[in-house]
């Protein structure tokens, strides 16, 4: 498939997900950048494994949508992902990626792998996990907490979580014939993507509380009032949460790959 017909196809995509309602015009602006660059340094192997999480995270961002109305309320942002969040999940991926063109070196695929299984292993957790019968644990006071708040887990989270990480490290044993070693430095780099992304969610990420219903939330407006900020680093917001935890498992995958 010449990178012509590649490149539309990235085009046709953002146009779609704006269309769609799953992408804000930033959003489907930068899902444009990075997934043109990816195809440019990895072929339409790059674009697969990108449609895999962007597809599989929409799709699973409609199931169960009903019970999922209390998580919107306490997430910071809700509904079509904007150009910070396709960043967040997609940004250093598409660094990795030039830096395979770059370097020709297997370490920086190995990199954008991870970077991918984290942040689909973080994504299926958070949209599965609130479907639980059960409410979440926080791993910060070990108490139940509202579905959706970061730092919650759920064993049908922690599921979705491994599974997600798996996908992204089967597809891409499949694209790109990777090793056994590989696989398993992928799978687990996806995973622990996903535990920092908790870890960092329930410990310095910002949080405020609604002075209407008292809730703690992400949202700095709740209820059309301004809410109170509680703890947390208030520059960390959750885009960064997601950035830093899928980039960090993405550089400990790579040193642990040149280390091995």
């Known amino acids: 498939m010449s990178l012509t017909v590649l490149l539309f196809i990235?085009?046709?995509l953002g146009y779609a997900g704006y269309q769609f309602g799953l992408l804000t015009k930033s959003g489907a602006l930068l899902t444009i950048l990075v997934g043109s660059t990816v195809v440019y340094a990895l072929d339409y192997?790059?674009?697969?494994?990108?449609?895999?999480?962007?597809?599989?995270s929409s799709l699973l961002s409609k199931l169960g949508k009903v019970r999922k109305r209390s998580v919107d309320q306490i997430v910071e942002k809700d509904g079509a992902r904007d150009g910070?969040?396709?960043?967040?999940?997609?940004?250093?991926?598409?660094?990795?990626?030039?830096?395979?063109?770059?370097?020709?070196?297997?370490?920086?695929?190995?990199?954008?792998?991870i970077v991918i299984a984290a942040s689909n292993a973080d994504t299926w957790a958070s949209e599965i996990g609130p479907l639980s019968k059960k409410e979440p644990i926080s791993i910060r006071t070990f108490?139940?907490?509202?579905r959706g708040t970061s730092g919650g887990v759920s064993l049908l989270g922690t599921l979705a979580t491994i599974i997600g990480a798996l996908f992204i490290a089967t597809a891409g044993d499949i694209l790109f014939d990777l090793s056994i070693k590989q696989w398993l430095i992928v799978a687990a780099g996806g995973v622990l993507g996903s535990i920092l992304d908790t870890v960092l969610g329930?410990?310095?990420?910002?949080?405020?509380?609604?002075?209407?219903?008292?809730?703690?939330?992400?949202?700095?407006i709740h209820h059309g009032t301004t809410t109170q900020y509680v703890r947390g680093w208030k520059w960390l917001g959750n885009d960064a949460v997601n950035y830093l935890s899928s980039t960090l498992a993405g550089l400990i995958g790579f040193m642990l790959y040149r280390l091995w």
């Open 10 to 12: 990235c085009l046709a």
């Open 143 to 146: 108490k139940p907490v509202l």
């Open 45 to 56: 192997e790059g674009l697969v494994l990108l449609l895999l999480f962007f597809g599989s």
């Open 202 to 220: 329930a410990t310095v990420q910002r949080k405020y509380r609604c002075q209407i219903c008292g809730k703690e939330t992400e949202k700095k």
């Open 84 to 113: 910070w969040q396709v960043l967040a999940n997609g940004g250093t991926a598409m660094l990795a990626s030039v830096g395979v063109v770059l370097t020709n070196e297997f370490d920086f695929l190995l990199v954008f792998l």
